[in-house]
């Protein structure tokens, strides 16, 4: 790509941003803003659910094993943000934000029928990429969307689903 494409690529952004930001309110649906809101409650509920999980795994029986398979998780968060933000920013966000839910229920099926430790480990990974990637990319695509007036507000409600999803995991483990 030559260097006058990019600019004009840049430029184009720019005006589209500005545009959008003098909109008075969200043009895409609010069930779009609870979708982003539940995919970081998915996200966060993750976060705490493994902590609560590993000790009824029968198959983790050491503390390292435990410790191996939370740390591959946030291992998949590290890869998986840097690698689905380059994604999105060659095919869009809205399919890469698709394909972020893809692997986290991949990965989180993955993660409850796994049947030894080393399908467990490959699995806590692929789940990790999946957050990682939705972490970014939700905050990315409700900053570029929402018009300045109101992205506070909606960024907020993102975050309070995700918080939800801290808050209520431990319920969902008596």
Excluded: C
């Excluded at 986290?104 to 490959?122: E, M, R």
């Excluded at 990790?128 to 409600?157: C, F, H, Q, W």
């Amino acid at each position: 790509m030559n260097s006058d494409s990019s600019e004009n690529k840049d430029i184009l952004k720019d005006m589209y941003i500005a545009r959008a930001d003098r909109l008075p309110a969200w043009g895409l649906s609010y069930l779009l803003i609870f979708g982003l809101a539940f995919s970081f409650f998915i996200t966060l509920y993750d976060v705490i659910n493994i902590g609560f999980a590993l000790p009824y795994i029968e198959f983790v029986t050491t503390a390292g094993e435990a410790s191996l398979a939370a740390s591959l998780g946030l291992f998949g968060y590290a890869v998986g943000g840097p690698t689905l933000t380059i994604i999105a920013d060659r095919i869009g966000r809205k399919p890469t934000l698709l394909f972020t839910a893809l692997l986290t229920s991949i990965g989180s099926f993955g993660d409850a029928l796994a049947f030894n430790i080393p399908t467990l480990y490959l699995f806590r990974f692929i789940t990790g990429m999946g957050i990682g990637g939705d972490l970014v990319l939700v905050m990315t695509y409700m900053s570029e969307m929402a018009p300045a007036v109101k992205r506070r507000s909606y960024v907020n409600l993102a975050f309070i689903g995700g918080w939800a999803g801290i808050g209520f995991g431990p319920f969902f483990h008596q």
